[in-house]
């Protein structure tokens, strides 16, 4: 594994008791970085932070994305903790259900854009001033290629990370200038466990527009993640980085 230098900078993981999010947490960890995990569901967020407090330094707090007031409350408390905030990665997220639009569930389809759009413009909104009184900030936002794509009988997650894409390149012109850069990843199929919630027919789809022929790895996803949260990355701000075997044609 190469290390990527996150010597002393405080991190916001959300989603972070499982797949990418539990991932790119490790990763963090090892590289140095203090990290908070931020997850909804607290047996395995408690889990989750037991495990990687042998790599560093993890703490953890159970909340809900969709609250900002929480949200914001959370960030706060991060602040007080450790005197700022340097990095914030989006992680959570959640798949709806596959089915045609006409017949899209409509709390359903509320749902996944509460979680997946709004949550991100909680976690922002909530950590942005905190960055800006430093003047340093990395925001890293986990999309899909769904977002830019489109896949058939997922239009809520689609829209949903298509909106992620277009929130991070208007932040990303908005802090510009201000020593806090916003990317977002656009992966394909990553082996989460997201993925108990996707079709065979829907993963077999995903899985033959890819041209490397197999899914991509938390670890993968989490080695891309660490350099956009790095000082090293100086001169992205809002840009799309795919992470997709091949998949991505723009």
Same mark, same amino acid.
């Given at each position: 594994? *190469?290390?990527?230098?996150?010597?002393?900078? @405080?991190?916001?993981?959300?989603?972070?008791?499982?797949?990418?999010?539990?991932?790119?947490?490790?990763?963090?960890?090892?590289?140095?970085?203090? @990290?908070?995990?931020?997850?909804?569901?607290?047996?395995?967020?408690?889990?989750?932070?037991?495990?990687?407090?042998?790599?560093?330094?993890?703490?953890?707090?159970?909340?809900? @994305?969709?609250?900002?007031?929480?949200?914001?409350?959370?960030?706060?408390?991060?602040?007080?903790?450790?005197?700022?905030?340097?990095?914030?990665?989006?992680?959570?997220?959640?798949?709806?259900? *596959?089915?045609?639009?006409?017949?899209?569930?409509?709390?359903?389809?509320?749902?996944?854009?509460?979680?997946?759009?709004?949550?991100?413009?909680?976690?922002?909104?909530?950590?942005?001033?905190?960055?800006?009184?430093?003047?340093?900030?990395?925001?890293?936002?986990?999309?899909?290629?769904?977002?830019?794509?489109? *896949?058939?009988?997922?239009?809520?997650?689609?829209?949903?990370?298509?909106?992620?894409?277009?929130?991070?390149?208007?932040?990303?012109?908005?802090?510009?200038?201000?020593?806090?850069?916003? *990317?977002?990843?656009?992966?394909?199929?990553?082996?989460?466990?997201?993925?108990?919630?996707?079709?065979?027919?829907?993963?077999?789809?995903?899985?033959?527009?890819?041209?490397?022929?197999?899914?991509?790895?938390?670890?993968?996803?989490?080695?891309?993640?660490?350099?956009?949260?790095?000082?090293?990355?100086?001169?992205?701000?809002?840009?799309?980085?795919?992470?997709?075997?091949?998949?991505?044609?723009?």
């Amino acid at each position: 594994m *190469n290390r990527i230098d996150l010597d002393g900078r @405080v991190a916001i993981v959300t989603g972070a008791a499982r797949g990418m999010g539990f991932a790119i947490a490790q990763r963090f960890l090892q590289s140095g970085a203090a @990290v908070m995990l931020w997850d909804l569901k607290e047996d395995t967020l408690r889990e989750a932070q037991k495990k990687l407090s042998a790599f560093g330094d993890v703490q953890a707090e159970q909340l809900d @994305v969709v609250d900002f007031q929480v949200v914001r409350a959370a960030a706060d408390r991060v602040k007080e903790k450790h005197g700022r905030i340097d990095i914030l990665v989006n992680s959570a997220g959640i798949a709806g259900v *596959n089915t045609p639009l006409a017949d899209y569930p409509l709390d359903v389809w509320n749902q996944v854009m509460s979680v997946n759009l709004n949550g991100i413009f909680h976690t922002c909104k909530a950590v942005v001033p905190h960055m800006q009184s430093g003047g340093y900030g990395r925001i890293v936002n986990i999309a899909s290629m769904a977002g830019k794509d489109g *896949n058939p009988n997922a239009s809520a997650y689609s829209v949903s990370k298509g909106a992620v894409i277009t929130l991070t390149k208007s932040l990303g012109k908005e802090l510009a200038q201000q020593g806090i850069a916003v *990317n977002v990843v656009a992966p394909a199929v990553v082996g989460t466990e997201m993925l108990q919630d996707v079709t065979e027919e829907q993963l077999g789809y995903m899985l033959a527009k890819i041209p490397m022929g197999r899914m991509g790895t938390v670890g993968e996803t989490s080695g891309l993640v660490s350099w956009l949260a790095s000082e090293e990355c100086s001169y992205s701000t809002g840009a799309v980085y795919d992470l997709s075997g091949g998949r991505a044609t723009y």
